[in-house]
């Protein structure tokens, strides 16, 4: 619960430190002495957008913090564990607004986004003002409200989620299906492709080496003539060739009955040169011999080359690319090849999450049938003690039109009311007048804070417009709430105010140079005296004293 708020430099509030109790705290004061300012201070700390207007005139900022028990508000224990933000003490909210606009957000002591700060601060405290009954003119509020009746908000969080799994996953899988009828003809075309190129078969280096043998063929005849000629020149068939100019310039200087020792490394050369002639001759010999010059040999790889060629024009790449091209395009294929085995997985991710909406959506639904009649019948049985007697509320769920997987679940939740007798039921935005509307606002708020996990609830003159035996009433349900955790409640009624546990007085401080905000805690004569003047204005009579002490002690005798 709230056990501190702390304002400084906010509005018309210089500095003020409040300490709160559990139980029913009512908040009265006159007309303009800032009540609602510290609920407003109250809302910053707790996430509420704000602006440098706030500031009070002449300060740099406005500083405002509040402390909160968490004992009771598992919750955000564990909120505040998830993000390492957890103390020993108190959990310690702080917001600070400078006089240029900025702003900056703590909790418990460390700078955190104002999403977080609204975030944990919904865990905290459930804030309900004069003007919340316009919200109850909009369906998802009707909805947020039978839900959190029910106790039934984490399972419609689930039906949610799984509503928008099951929609993302089908949008996906639209997508790859619109795209089938163009994948399936790629598929047809790169199978096509890739059997060409598998046919074709091309070996590694086969281009390199049927280039080298086509070329050797195509010039068959002038190979084999200058291999003749060679062997002519070498041979020792003539007198001019070669190896014998060798052979005689030998037997010339081995003939020498006594060689210098000059001569040998010339001598060995010749010999070693006339012996490397005669191997080359009989290589040349051979490949004469052996040389198959076969033209059908020749045009096998002309029409080989030829659809090698012919094949990297069609892809317009190189002849020697083709390879790296089969790969790319093998890899493609199997590509579209597993968006048809994801298209599979999708249709049974899809029935899945449409199998597990059902079962949370049938959960879901049968908690707000049970729900929806009970809180019905109870928001009725306020509406009579909230003076509209005859009065009747209904809370109808009606079927979605369509078979799609609505996030909010299998039904539209709307609230109907007749506010006078024999009249039908119908819309509430469509017969509630204003005041009506705020009286069945309360009704509901009232019940379906009974069943809130926060154990801080703010009412902020949610009795505007209320008087009479009803305003008692209001202050003995706002009472019965506060015995069961915290309830902050400004109001205007004394009939509400007696009803509270602890009371603070809101009043203005006036110095000489400036009015300021203060508040007090009555005690018992202080308390006794506000309930009078809030009965018959400023001058306290005698009679007034004597109801004020009345009301306040049939309050505790109940």
Known sequence: MLVHLSIHNYAIVEHLDLELDAGMTVITGETGAGKSIMLDALGLALGDRADSGVVRPGADKADILA???LERIPEARNWLAERDLES????ILRRVITAEGRSRAYINGSPCPLGDLKSLGERLIDIHSQHEHQSLLKADTHRRLLDEYAGASELARQVQLAAQRWRQTQQTLERLTNASDEQRARQQLLSYQLEELEN?????????QLEQEHKTLANAGSLLGSCRQVIDQCSESEGGNVLSVLTTGLQRLTSQHSQPAALGEAINLLASAQIQIEEAVGE?????????????????????????????????TQPGELPALQQRLL?????LNADDEAIERLQEELAAYARHYGERAQELSRLR???????????????QRLGMPGGRFSIELRPHGSDELHPQGLEQVEFLVSANPGQPLKSLAKVASGGELSRISLA???ITAQTSHIPTLVFDEVDVGIGGPTAEVVGQ???QLGQRGQVLTVTHLPQVAAQGHNHLFVHKARGSAETRTAVSLLDGGQRVEEIARMLGGVDLTEESLAHARQMIGTARAA
């Open 67 to 69: 402390s909160f028990d």
């Open 88 to 91: 020993d003490g108190p959990c």
């Open 200 to 208: 074709l078969a091309l070996g590694d280096n086969e281009l390199e």
């Open 284 to 316: 040349l010999n051979r490949f004469i011999d052996h040389f198959d010059a076969d033209p059908e040999r020749q045009q096998r790889i002309e029409e080989r080359l030829d659809t090698i060629y012919t094949l990297a024009r069609k892809h317009r």
């Open 331 to 335: 890899t493609e294929l199997e590509e």
């Open 369 to 383: 049938q049970d729900s929806a009649r009970h809180l019905g019948q109870a928001v009725e049985q306020e509406m």
């Open 444 to 446: 509901i708020q009232v």
């Open 477 to 479: 349900l706002l009472r």
